[in-house]
């Protein structure tokens, strides 16, 4: 079965969150083998001199030691390519024929540095939390699987 991770830090602490993810979690099995994988980052000591510019450096290298080189890599970021529900099934299709699976790499609070090879994926121009992408990226995953099944659940 084709395998789609999502690599990410820290686990989410609100409730709606976890409970949102567990929906999809479960939805999405019927389609592919999903991972959740909640790595846990170093604590940051703000307003100190590069301390973001670290954290995203540190949550990169976190997150390339568990990269499958088999997988096609998708990193979340703002600046990347914005899909709609079909363009983005579309590609999840193209990779489910080349690919055995997808890791998509999330960042923290402060972000994630680029990580080479990278399919760079925007969730649009609004800023969102991490932990509210994460649900946002697990429910455009379940979204584009029940599209390429023609499934009723995405009516666009």
């Known amino acids: ?31 592919c083998d999903f991972e959740l994988l909640e790595l846990r980052s170093s604590p940051v000591r703000e307003g100190g001199k590069g301390a973001v510019a670290e954290a995203r450096r540190r949550t990169a290298e976190l997150i390339s030691a568990r990269l499958k080189p088999e997988h096609r ?11 709609s529900s079909e363009e983005f099934a579309a590609r999840i299709d193209d990779w489910r024929l080349n690919r055995s ?37 697990v429910e455009g995953l379940y979204r584009a699987f029940t599209i390429l099944n023609g499934h009723p659940y995405h009516k666009g």
């Open 101 to 137: 699976g997808v890791d998509f790499a999330l960042g923290g609070a402060h972000g994630l540095e680029h990580l080479p090879g990278a399919f760079r994926l925007s969730l649009g121009p609004w800023t969102l939390p991490h932990e509210l992408a994460r649900l946002v990226v």
């Open 1 to 31: 079965m084709f395998s789609v991770r999502i690599l990410t830090v820290d686990p989410s602490r609100r409730d709606f969150i976890r409970r949102g993810v567990d929906f999809y979690t479960r939805r999405l099995s019927q389609y």
């Open 73 to 83: 890599l998708v990193q979340l970021d703002p600046r990347g390519k914005t899909l």
